[in-house]
């Protein structure tokens, strides 16, 4: 419901002005990614629930996975994009390639997600053939004397799945993660420039510098702990613990519940 109010909140500024602000297609898209990504894990559970033995085939299984593990990783590369554009924007470095990303990077929007779909649907691909198998199990029929049946069961590689979701999530966090250093140093610098001049300490300019590095250091905290908890449910070593098993997944989900919701008080437009 949170992430469907900034779409309706984006939705209703596009109506009025007929153009979106760059920063307004990477939340919107941000969004709608969450808003998906949180129903697809509800549906899933509702089936695990309800509906178990439609699990037993890998291929609706995989397809299922497959689709998760691409909006977990649109998710983490819209999460980086908004951070990029944060970095470009408010940063002000005199390099020529920051420069460069400054003067482009709102007609580039569209570009850097249209690019982090593809990636992401590139790093999801491998969860459909890549995972999941069938083995044959034997097992003993009570009714006849010496016989057995042989059942196959749906069965996960656990090592090989951990290490497609690093190969997946690892760039785009370790790109978040270096524009936030970035961001950081820049205030830092900016700071002590202004010190040094006599400067009036609370700028403008420098209130922006301490509202995005309070904000994307909060984003930080959040995206770790999304992170942290997604690699401990697919590395499997909590796979035989029930209570675990239920409660590890439906941790990951509050992040970025929190974040959309800090978005919407953070900005005055989707505030009101």
């Known amino acids: 419901m949170v992430n469907m109010a900034i779409l309706a909140a984006i939705y209703l500024k596009w109506k009025t002005q007929r153009s979106l602000q760059a920063i307004y297609k990477i939340l919107a898209s941000l969004a709608l990614s ?3 990504c949180l129903l697809s ?8 629930v309800f509906y178990p033995s439609i699990l037993l085939g890998t291929d609706f299984g995989a397809a299922m996975v497959v689709e998760i593990m691409f909006l977990h990783f649109t998710n983490f590369w819209f999460a980086t994009v ?40 590139t790093s999801a691909l491998p969860f459909g053939f890549g995972v999941f198998s069938l083995e044959s199990k034997n097992f003993l029929n009570g009714t006849m004397e010496n016989a057995t049946i042989n ?13 497609i ?12 993660c270096v524009t936030i250093c970035l961001l950081l140093h ?32 909060l984003f930080l905290v959040l ?29 990951s989900c509050p992040p970025l519940f929190l974040h959309s919701l800090y978005i919407i008080f953070s900005n005055s437009d989707l505030k009101k």
């Open 151 to 163: 059942n196959f069961v749906p069965v996960t590689n656990f090592q090989r799945q951990l290490l």
């Open 34 to 36: 969450r808003f998906l």
């Open 165 to 176: 979701f690093l190969i997946g999530s690892c760039p785009p966090f370790l790109i978040f």
């Open 223 to 251: 995206h770790i702990i999304y992170f942290v908890f997604l690699n401990v449910f697919l590395s499997g070593r909590l796979f035989y613990h029930t209570v675990s098993e239920w409660v590890i997944p439906i941790l």
């Open 41 to 48: 894990v509800l549906f899933y559970y509702i089936i695990v």
């Open 186 to 217: 820049s205030l830092w610098m900016h700071t002590r420039r202004m010190r040094s001049s006599g400067s009036n300490f609370r700028c403008p300019n420098l209130e922006t510098h301490f509202s995005a590095v309070k904000s994307m250091s």
């Open 82 to 121: 908004l951070c990029v554009f944060y970095c470009a924007k408010i940063t002000s470095y005199s390099n020529i390639c920051c420069i460069f990303l400054k003067m482009k990077i709102s007609r580039s929007v569209s570009w850097f997600l249209l690019a982090s779909l593809l990636i992401s649907l």
